[in-house]
């Protein structure tokens, strides 16, 4: 009743649903009614990231050609230019055109084109994006050249957005996504499940059911038979298994389609009615008393008290309409165990109150049907067998109730242990803070009584070199009138010095002139008056220059 699913992934990025599959005709008509059907509000991890497609959208989006060019105009709101590319291109484009365009645009750019689907793909955009986001995947999904072959030709971003596209799932859109090339082409063709934490191959090779051929996309692995959805719920009452095919469906959609309710008991031979699972892929029925048990005594000691509210509840809703006496104490003790929950049981006792009440229910099952066996004695050897069996049973349950109580008090003294070794290490730490703290103080005063004395010398040296400035300019002038003045003096006696000069050379001249004439009126009696009168003319001039 709990084989192994896939689990371990957070639900709000991976979640998907059959809806976006509604327009292949490939399935049946009482499928395709159940896809288009919500799942009850109960069934949270099961919503859906994709919007249903019903028939009147469908109508409308095939038939009117002018609402058809509105959806375009919206979806191409910002239109690219020549060299980039839009999500109305990749959705209507060849693909090895698009592809090349791609190649040449920046990383910027592209991760922009996947944010604005993750947009879409979130509905938080309202209705209009809602009608662009399902113009898009009419696109997508009429395309007939959209196959195996001619995805390989198509850039990686390009790929990613019309898997997303299809799928309604934003992770493929999301940057830790690692699936290859190949991997993400089987998911568009359907030939690997969409669930990124399953990943089997499709269709099931071991299961040749009506269901798992006729469905494009189906894993029976981890996908509801009737919703088509999956999560990531494992070790719950909200999936139930079916014993003879091991495909799985939601709780809450079984009870909605009404695939559980009552049928003959197959316990006591009595035939009472107790209730009962119908499998839609293989229509067999399992007993849902005894996997209720099974999933309480393995899963239960693990549960918060949140888990185990809700799964109680679970169980209310599944036994809501029993007929048997076993089947409505069971609801009964349910609703009871709700209710201590929230008014502040701990989960463990009503955890340990629920499992002591289902092994009770099964031993007064065991003994009625021992009563009822025609009325005939049973041997006081078979009797003692079988209470040999229940108790072993019940002693069984009780080991692993205590071995499971032992680990979580183990868990819990480690981590109280652990608690105290950080509280320990967190008050050394403290203190040392503490210290470190003070030794900054002190290493910050002597730095600021530091900077004080250096801005005191500072203005010192400021007010000595204002002093030293003034002194300077001060005897700048004296330099500059003492300067003055010796310049002056140099030249008058630079002057009075050549002024004697040519007073003396006056007198050598007149001396020479003397000379001259009194041995020139000798000889040159009538060149005397020229001679004299040149030498006065040059003694005039010498004069002039001085």
């Known amino acids: ?208 059911c009506e269901i798992c051929t006729n469905r494009k996309g189906f894993c029976s692995l981890c996908m509801c038979v009737i919703c088509n959805k999956f999560d990531f719920e494992v070790n719950t009452c909200r999936w139930i298994g079916c014993d003879s095919c091991a495909h799985w469906t939601h709780t809450d959609c079984a009870i909605r389609d009404k695939q559980i309710g009552t049928g003959p008991s197959s316990v006591n031979g009595l035939g009472s009615a107790e209730m009962q699972f119908r499998c839609r892929a293989c229509n067999r029925t399992s007993e849902l008393f005894g996997w209720v048990k099974d999933v309480f005594q393995q899963c239960a000691p693990t549960w918060n008290g949140e888990s185990l509210i809700r799964e109680l509840t679970v169980v209310s809703k599944i036994f809501r309409l029993s007929e048997n006496t076993r089947g409505r104490q069971l609801f009964w003790k349910s609703e009871e165990l709700i209710e201590k929950l929230k008014g502040g049981v701990a989960e463990t006792t009503a955890c340990r109150i629920i499992l002591t009440f289902l092994q009770e229910l099964e031993m007064d099952s065991s003994r009625s049907s021992e009563a009822g066996n025609n009325g005939r004695m049973i041997p006081p050897q078979e009797a003692c067998n079988r209470i040999a069996a229940v108790v072993q049973e019940a002693v069984q349950t009780m080991g692993v109730v205590a071995d499971e109580k032992m680990r979580v008090l183990k868990k819990a003294r480690q981590a109280l242990e652990t608690c105290d070794h950080e509280l320990e290490e967190k008050a050394k730490e403290v203190s040392e803070l503490k210290l470190e703290r003070q030794r900054k103080r002190l290493q910050i005063d002597e730095l600021e009584s530091i900077a004080r004395l250096k801005e005191a010398e500072a203005d010192m040296f400021q007010l000595k070199a204002d002093e030293a400035r003034r002194e300077a300019d001060r005897l700048q002038r004296i330099a500059l009138a003492k300067s003055g003045k010796s310049e002056e003096d140099y030249a008058s006696s630079y002057l009075k010095q050549r002024l004697s000069e040519a007073e003396a050379e006056k007198q050598f001249l007149f001396e020479k002139i003397k000379l001259q004439d009194q041995s020139s009126r000798s000889s040159q009696g009538n060149d005397i008056g020229d001679t004299s009168q040149e030498l006065y003319s040059k003694i005039q001039e010498i004069l002039k220059s001085v």
């Open 1 to 208: 009743m709990l084989p192994p699913r896939p689990s371990g992934l957070p639900p709000s990025l991976f979640l998907a649903s059959s809806d976006i599959r509604a327009s292949t005709g490939n399935h049946d008509p009482g499928m395709n009614s159940d896809q288009n059907r919500e799942s009850p509000a109960e069934s949270a991890n099961s919503r859906d990231t994709w919007p249903v497609i019903d028939a009147a959208t469908q109508v409308k989006l095939e038939n009117q050609k002018a609402e058809d060019g509105y959806y375009e105009q919206s979806v191409t709101h910002r239109p690219a230019s020549a060299n980039k590319v839009s999500l109305l291109d990749i959705a209507r484009e060849q693909v090895d055109i698009i592809s090349e365009k791609m190649y040449l645009l920046p990383n910027e750019y592209l991760e922009e084109l996947k944010g604005r689907l993750r947009g879409m793909l979130e509905g938080n955009g309202g209705p209009q994006q809602r009608d662009e986001l399902l113009f898009l995947q009419r696109l997508v999904q009429t395309r007939s050249d959209l196959t195996a072959k001619t995805l390989i030709k198509a850039h990686r971003v390009q790929l990613e957005i019309l898997v997303a596209i299809n799928s309604g799932i934003q992770f493929f859109l999301h940057h830790s996504m690692n699936l290859s090339q190949t991997a993400l082409i089987e998911v568009f063709v359907y030939k690997r499940c969409r669930n990124i934490a399953c990943q089997n191959q499709l269709p099931a090779e071991d299961c040749h």
